[in-house]
């Protein structure tokens, strides 16, 4: 057998061992058409140039692709090369700092080694595309990391907290997830402090610290539903209840979740809760949606919107 034929023999190997966790020598050596002694050998051959090829001795065992102290090099299918590409494309005008410039040079490593027939299909999806960028807060990337793995590791972290009123406040806490909504960050997690849930946004947090503290995991709420009921409702001076008459998808999709919620009513109807500073800007939001609606609560923004009936009318003259 040729070097060049044993060379792609082990390339085909490398690949099968990243597309899934594990596998038996019999799997392996079917894929690639030789004898379990011939696998065994390109294991070493693997192991030679520094994958950490794990193997599992007795029955269920098997070879894993272990992690190692450096980033080995991956083997993309076309598939996989594409939506690599395209998803580095988009990070690039992301809201984690750092990432942007991260992903471009990543997307230039990619780009000199793709072949040109799979650098055209990823140009032409970018081509095709174009992305709405909202004025999002850039995240320090550290931060990111650090809390990711305080989920992960079941440990609590210390930061400064800026609060509404501009002050900083040190703040303890137990994470569980983080949630983003497109333009923030967030964080929800226990406050060992307060004794109760909360939402942080990262943006406002500094000198972000885990501990070496572990906690036991307690029941929680469902992040995503917390984290949208907190940034919809708690912020705000007012919260309104509003009957619109139309589906809610429909009107998922002109209200952001970081903006209101939208719940299912039946027949043709939903409730949209939305809070703000000002019920007259809450009255012109409503209205702006073009759907029939029905204020629900507060009975204060039933008078914003009869103010707003009224300079509309005026505003459409005698003849309106």
Sequence with gaps: ?????????????LMLLQRRPSWTAAELAAELGVTDRCVRRDVERLRALGYPVHATAG??????????????????????????????????GGTVAGAGEAALRALAKLDQVMP????????????ATDTLVGPGVEIDAGVLVTLARACRDAVRVR???????????????????????????YLMAWDVDRADWRTFRLDRMRAVTATTWRFRAREHPDPVAYVRRSVTE??????????????????RELVPPQVGRVEEDGDGW????????????LAVHVAR?????????????????????RRLAAMAGPGG
């Design 59 to 92: 029955v269920g065992g098997g070879y894993q692709l272990g992690a190692g102290t450096r980033l080995p090099p991956l083997l993309l299918d076309d598939e996989e090369a594409i939506a690599t590409a395209v998803s580095l494309r988009l990070a690039s």
């Design 159 to 185: 930061f400064r907290y800026a609060g509404r009123d501009g002050g900083e406040h040190e703040r303890t806490v137990e994470p569980v997830r983080m949630v983003t909504t497109g333009r923030r960050w």
């Design 289 to 309: 949606l073009g759907f029939e609606a029905v204020v629900l609560e507060p009975p204060e923004l039933r008078e914003a919107a009869t103010r707003l009936a």
């Design 234 to 251: 708690a912020p705000y001076r007012h919260l309104a209840r509003v009957r619109v008459r139309a589906r809610a998808d429909r009107v």
């Design 1 to 13: 057998m040729t070097v060049e034929a044993t060379t792609e023999r082990v390339l085909r190997l």
């Design 270 to 281: 939903c409730v949209l809760v939305v809070g703000g500073e000002d019920l007259d800007s």
């Design 116 to 127: 040109a027939r799979l650098r055209a299909e990823v140009r032409a999806v970018h081509d």
